[in-house]
């Protein structure tokens, strides 16, 4: 199953994206965002990928963008997590891996196909996310895919010097369905058409 933005596609997460999804677990600001605390072997991460079949908890994919000689590239990881058949609903992680990719726009376009996906295809109620309060960057990608902050966590997170702030956002399936897609994507979406004119 495959999806496309204007300038993003989700990937089944494949071998081939498991080098950059090492590297970026192993990176130490990636995983100070991520509330990642242990370092990830390569056997570790093999196995991780060999039991993630069969799993129906979570679904993973790799974003991916079109380089200029055509070719996909990777770029990041987006995925449900925790999802909760009872409740229809689940956590959204999402790692987009390098700065000079990040506030493109491509974090907003992979959360808006994600969340569709879970909406359209898992049925399911409602999408959540928890963001240190101090990742504006975060916050913004959420907020511009739809999702609307839902709260405080106050000092939810050892940031390994203190105790830090999460906020929590969260997207129901009515708000999506009477907005898709978001303001901010229809905005993409447009500015797209009017380059390919
Ligand atoms: C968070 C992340 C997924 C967002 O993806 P992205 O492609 O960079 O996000 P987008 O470009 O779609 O949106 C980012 C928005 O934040 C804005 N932004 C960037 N830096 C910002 C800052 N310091 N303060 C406030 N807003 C900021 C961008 O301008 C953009 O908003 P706009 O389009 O309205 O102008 C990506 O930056 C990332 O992977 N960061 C590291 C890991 C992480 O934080 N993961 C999330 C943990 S839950």
């Known amino acids: 199953m495959i999806m496309h933005g204007p300038s993003v596609s989700l990937v089944p997460l494949d071998r081939r994206h498991l080098e950059a999804t090492r590297r970026w ?3 130490w600001e990636i995983a100070e965002l991520m509330d ?3 370092p990830v072997s390569d056997a570790a991460h093999e196995h ?4 993630l079949h069969g799993k ?3 679904v993973y994919f790799a974003i991916e963008i079109q380089a200029e000689d055509d070719t996909p590239s990777h770029v990041g990881n987006v995925w449900l997590w925790d999802i909760d058949p009872r ?3 689940c956590e959204v992680r999402i790692v987009v891996g390098h700065d000079s990719v990040r506030s493109q726009g491509l974090g907003t376009q992979a959360l808006s196909l994600i969340s569709k996906y879970a909406f359209e295809r ?3 109620h409602k999408v959540f996310a928890l ?4 990742n504006a960057r975060a916050v913004r990608a959420f907020e511009n895919a739809g999702f609307q902050q839902e709260g405080l966590l106050k000092n939810d997170r050892w940031s390994g010097e203190r105790y830090v702030d999460v906020t929590m956002l969260g997207l129901l399936r009515e708000a999506r369905v009477n907005n898709v897609p978001s303001a901010h994507v229809r905005r993409q979406l447009h500015d797209t058409a009017s380059h390919h004119a």
Do not use: E, I, P, Y
């Open 48 to 51: 991780w990928f060999a039991t």
């Open 25 to 27: 677990a192993n990176d």
């Open 56 to 58: 129906t908890d979570r």
């Open 87 to 89: 409740h229809r609903k």
């Open 36 to 38: 990642r605390a242990t």
């Open 122 to 124: 898992l049925n399911l």
């Open 131 to 134: 963001v240190l309060a101090s």
